[in-house]
């Protein structure tokens, strides 16, 4: 048998070849696409396993903490502990620790915005005219913010710069109605307009300049910092040199006993006011989930016994303050700019205090240039004096906490296209930072004149005739804490500054192609993360008498580690599930599982502010919840659609070449049915040999795998090579068995119909194209081969096409799931590309097939007058016919298949059947040119004399 078999093969050389070239084509292709998948899939798994690291696996907040648009999408919104004041007793604490699998928890209590002095410098020294006898420059601040689309305005400070002698108070708080001067003198202050410096005439007599400070500090400076101004005296040395009191402009008040200092360069150091959000945490845990006794850069890290102490200075009114880590950078986008004007007729000494402000407001003056500070950069030379420098609540670094700010939730409205516009909330309350009942509290934030986004409630720590504040024992570095993947940090890192980026071409131009910050408005839209941090230790002490509903739970949040997990797998995934779940049961509070998160843009619409900043439509970073575990589980969806398109594309191709190739032998099997052969034999003739065609295939294959996997860039293992053998024999055995059992079981007379019967029921036709139409009726088998063919190659492409669909439309709009999506764009566009060829091949198989049983018929046309390109144009109609039926067939089983792939018919799929199914069309009239092109190979005269 098996020498039959042989000599039938070598007998039949030309068929065999195609027949093995199929098969080889057919099994390389198979484990080639295979391989791409795999590795597709062992790419995206291994992306998400390293890109889903991050410092904690589930989140815990408050009952309620959740919002509705959060539990909608399965999102958290940026700084999610913006808004979260408390809600989590220590108990619960005790209950989430114990729980079984726990490996870190740590809790962060948000007590709200802290106000603290930032000193910015300003050099006056060029605006200064030496040749003037006595002047004044002006000073007009503008707040900026936010890129600079924001600029609060604010009142102006006078440097009065004179060439006279000024004097100055040593002030006695003892001795409230007069002061000593420096020339020895004592002064009525009660007269005066304070202990103010005097300028001394040429008489010998002195002159007060007033300053409106003193009313100021003594009528308690709660009030906005835009509303404060001064006048501030320096004189102007001989020699060009500067006479100054130095320190910043809040420092140097009249109230001080600073001496005086000589400098080249008069600078004006102003006080901004930074609003900075104060937490409470374990330092431990904290250490142990993100390093943060690691990431302290100068200080010494918290302990977890500091708490609030008693530090008033020697002699100095009383002070309490908590011990805390600060931010080595503020994380705020803002600044000052200042134009400067010089009035050089402006005469401030002797002026009533009534009367100052109108006088310089109304001076000629002479613009001097302009100046800008940024925050940042004055908030680094702060840290730079180095930690305690200052000791009496205005230095590096403190900040009050006799009253705290504490700014809620963002509501949004919802526009048609899903698309988030932030809603105002209602004016602060400008006594929300303090009034001037409080002599303690700091000026608000100069941006928080703002339109609000939020709403801000205040928390007040009675004062006790102290001072209540944070004092910074170290500084930390927020890049510095660890544990973070660069898809999956964002936004549910705790200490991370959230950023929004322009979405359109205006909002960019707008933010000059950079992304928005937080402004220093504590309503404001961004919020800044917490970084100040203190210790939960000094948080009932602190807090047991103020107004605060949650002093008995004050934890905003537990971040919670699971133990033995590493990254995202089946595997941590359910560990981590199973441990939210038991958190849940015994404490009651909101659990969101975080590992294998990432964010998620979201597009936002925030209304313009009232400072100048316009319109803008930003895409902002939320947190998509479970992101790896839809990545996972869509990989393996669409890398089982992929193996079964490949394998059912392989299967058909290769039926349509066995049933060709048993068509052909159609005589000489009906003749060894007629000498004795039983069907068996016949069958197993058919299936033996195209089992040793795939077996030669598949070693074969095994060769090919390497190279071609190589030069595509497939990892493809021996195994997997090895596999081709297999395969082969599989595919063939499958393709075959329809083609032998027909075989078998066909009568020997079958061998005498002719190939290509008549089609009876239809009228004679008129048009080339309806003689093409009925040339494909009367083989309908054969035609409906080759339109399957075709179908099976638009279906197969339509429904690869919806599995990139599905896959990407599972996991996109998260920065991990769009990088994860391009990185399998190579493979799928490989199986669409083999499935459309494997398709093509068939096609022009049937074709070839199709002319090759009629070539006698064709002869005859020839003979009758035909030409040529007549019979060209009808093998084109009917492979246009052919190409049309496959198409619309297999364009409505590909959306069939993507309608239930994606669980949805989008247009866009529609489109894509419908652009499939025209290029079906014309691969199948292509196709076709070349069964067409062997028309003029045709024998006539033979064919005729056989006939």
Known sequence: MFRFIWGQLRGRAGRSVALLAGVLVATTGFVVLTGATTTSRLEVTGAVERNTRAAYDILVRPPGARTPLEAERRLVRPNYLSGLYGGITLKQYEQVQAVAGVNVAAPIAMLG?????????????????????????????????????SAAPGKPTYVYVTRRPLIHADFDPNTPDSARYTDGRVYSVSEACGPVPREVQPDGTSRPVCDPRTAVVEGNPGWSERELWAVVSARLLPDGRFEVTPGP?????????????????????KLLTV????????????????????????????????????DTPPGFFPQRSVPALTTNRPYLDGGLQARLTRLPAAQPAGLPPDALEKTLGQATGIPAGDRQVDLTESYQALLARGLGADGIGFGCCRGQIQVLAQPGAVDYERGPDETLRVARASPPDPAIFGDRNDPWTLPRPALSDDFGFREVRRLVVPADNALHSWNAVGVFDPNKLTGFGELSKVPLETYEPPTAEGADDPSRAALGGQPLLPSGNPAGYLSAPPLVLTTLESVPKLLEASNWANTRAPISAIRVRAADVDGYSERSAERVRLIAERIATET??????????SP??????????????PDLRLTENWSALGVASVITKAVDRKSAALFLLVLVVCVLFLGNAVTAAVRDRRPQLATLSCLGWPARRIGALILGEVTLLGLAAGLLAVGLAFPLGAALGIGIDWRRALLAVPVALLLTLVAGLTPALRAARAHPAAALRPPVATARWVRRPRTLPGLALINLIRTPGRTLLGAAALAIGVAALTLVTAAAWAFEGAIVGSLLGDAVSLSVRSADAMAAIATVLLGAAAVADVLYLNIRDRSAELATLRATGWTDAALGRLIGYEGLLLGALGAVAGAGLGLGGAAWLVGDLPPALVLVAAT????????????????????RRLPTAQLLAQE
């Open 588 to 597: 009651g509070l909101d659990v969101d599982i975080t590992l294998g998160s």
């Open 916 to 935: 499939v199914a025209l290029t079906g069309v014309l691969v199948t009239c292509i196709a076709a040119l070349v069964p067409a092109a062997l028309l």
């Open 113 to 149: 915005y802290s106000t603290s002095y930032v000193p910015v410098s300003i050099d006056l020294t060029d605006a200064v005219d030496p040749s003037l006898d006595r002047q004044v420059i002006r000073i007009d601040p503008a707040y900026v913010a936010e890129r600079g689309l």
């Open 275 to 310: 609003p900075f959000l104060l937490a409470a945490v374990d330092p431990d845990a904290e250490q142990r989930l993100v390093g943060l006794a690691d990431a302290v850069v100068d200080g010494r890290p918290l302990n977890p016994a500091d708490t609030l102490v008693d």
């Open 600 to 613: 998620a843009p979201q597009t936002v619409e925030l209304p313009a502010g009232s400072f100048g900043r």
């Open 249 to 269: 402009l809040w420092r140097n008040s009249p109230l001080d006993s600073t001496p005086t200092t000589t400098t080249d360069r008069l600078v004006l150091e």
